[in-house]
């Protein structure tokens, strides 16, 4: 199933902590995010894995960890609505527990026992989900479709739309409706299952101005746009790349840049064209 000798998968589940290098990475709010760089070996049998997992039918709301989705995905539902409201549950991986994730593999997918325990073993670690592994979005949801089910419940008794995109939960209408209501309904359901709702992060938004969902604008006459603060990122770095005068380094801030571009084409597929086209034309020439 997985494709690896039983004895040698044996022998990673079983030294599943020196399986991985751990690398730091900022928050966008404050703080530091750990993800987990499995080795090479357990890296390949994780996609083994996603693959199995990525058969099973999944809810046309769950918008993360689906191949070819992506943040305009989990944007382009709540396009027509008036109102959205938005919440993050806080802690969403941290608590995703090791016994929640064997759960899944031994009641849902009717695995015996001990298949349970190394597919568990492969997505966790230190009684988590693990953070950076090609699994994590998938196992994440699995271990709380329950918790995600009801949330989408709570949006059909109220005729809303509903999207999931990792911890980031959307609810939106043409219509009006009690945003506190469905806050306080929510916030219970995710109680329930030991979570909490990100206080901080919740936003409730009306027809009167631009809504942010998953780094994407809704503008108010519907359409999708990238932020001012990734508009003002991009020109500030193409200030830094023309005043430098050091090849590597512009090499590097250029493809940088491309990136930063191909971004939020995905959003506007208009946007910077022009400086995405001289900078691949001063690429092409450093080429030659």
């Not at 357990?42 to 070819?68: A, D, M, Y």
């Not at 609505?81 to 802690?91: C, F, H, V, W």
């Not at 949801?141 to 005729?159: G, P, T, V």
Request: charged share 25%; hydrophobic share 35%; proline share 3%.
């Amino acid at each position: 199933m997985l494709q690896i000798d039983l004895k040698r998968l044996v022998g990673i589940v079983g030294d599943i902590p020196n399986q991985y290098s751990t690398i730091t990475r900022p928050k966008k709010d404050s703080g530091e995010r750990i993800v987990h760089n499995a080795h090479f070996e357990l890296k390949r049998v994780q996609r083994r894995l996603f693959t199995l997992l990525r058969r099973v039918k999944r809810p046309n709301w769950l918008i993360s960890g689906e191949i070819g989705k992506s943040i305009t995905d989990n944007v382009r539902p709540h396009l027509g609505g008036t109102q959205l409201l938005k919440i993050d549950i806080s802690g969403f991986f941290d608590n995703c527990s090791r016994e929640s994730v064997y759960q899944f593999f031994h009641v849902q997918m009717a695995q015996p026992s001990d298949v349970a325990k190394i597919c568990t073993d492969l997505c966790t670690l230190e009684n988590a989900v693990v953070q950076g592994a090609s699994t994590s979005m998938l196992i994440a949801f699995y271990a709380n479709q329950s918790m995600l089910q009801e949330l989408h419940e709570l949006a059909e008794d109220n005729s809303l739309i509903f999207t999931v995109y990792v911890d980031d939960i959307a609810f939106s209408s043409s219509h009006s409706f009690q945003a506190s209501d469905i806050l306080d309904q929510a916030t219970r359901i995710v109680s329930a299952y030991g979570f909490r709702v990100k206080n901080k992060k919740v936003r409730a938004y009306n027809d009167s101005r631009p809504k942010l969902l998953t780094g994407v604008i809704i503008t108010t006459t519907s359409k999708m746009a990238v932020p001012n603060c990734k508009r003002r990122k991009i020109l500030d770095d193409m200030t830094q790349y023309r005043r430098s005068t050091n090849p590597a380094e512009r090499r590097s801030m250029r493809s940088k840049i491309l990136g930063q571009i191909s971004a939020a084409q995905q959003i506007e597929p208009d946007f910077f064209t022009g400086v995405k086209n001289q900078l691949k034309y001063e690429m092409r020439m450093d080429e030659d």
